[in-house]
């Protein structure tokens, strides 16, 4: 599991530029995605996601998000040679982020998922809220 550097070096001071380079290609939001609204934990779930994402961009997007922080690698209990992945407090609060841009596109685009964007449209809140709680239970039964 990688150290976290103490301060990457960003292309320049803008916040939304470092958002980006942390953020800034679909895997490693939809990683962050299946962690947050599936419950992915391990590689293997990931690599089963529908999207279809090749094992290289996984493995390089996973050791990235350790990097700056979002998620946690944990060795599994049952199989030592596997890791088990969790959201930081830094990752969870991308929620209301990643929220509004499912918000944003379903205004704007042709997306289709209509009763995730029904239940985020009905209470935000209680949808952020309802993650959140997620998070903390499956943090407090692993640590």
Known sequence: MPKRRASPKWRSECPLNASVEILGDRWSLLIIRDMMLRGFRSYKEFL????????????????????????????DPSDGR???????????????????????????????????????????????????????EQTSRHS
């Open 48 to 75: 089963d996601s529908y999207e279809g994402i090749a094992t290289n961009i996984l493995a390089d997007r996973l050791q990235r998000l350790l990097f700056h922080g979002i998620i946690t690698a944990e060795r």
């Open 82 to 136: 596997k890791l088990i992945y969790s959201l930081t407090a830094k990752g969870i609060d991308l929620a209301p982020v990643l929220t509004e841009m499912v918000l944003w596109a379903a205004q704007h685009e042709d997306t289709g998922n209509q009763p995730l964007v029904q239940l985020i449209q009905k209470d935000k809140e209680q949808f952020l809220a309802a993650a959140r709680q997620r998070w903390v």
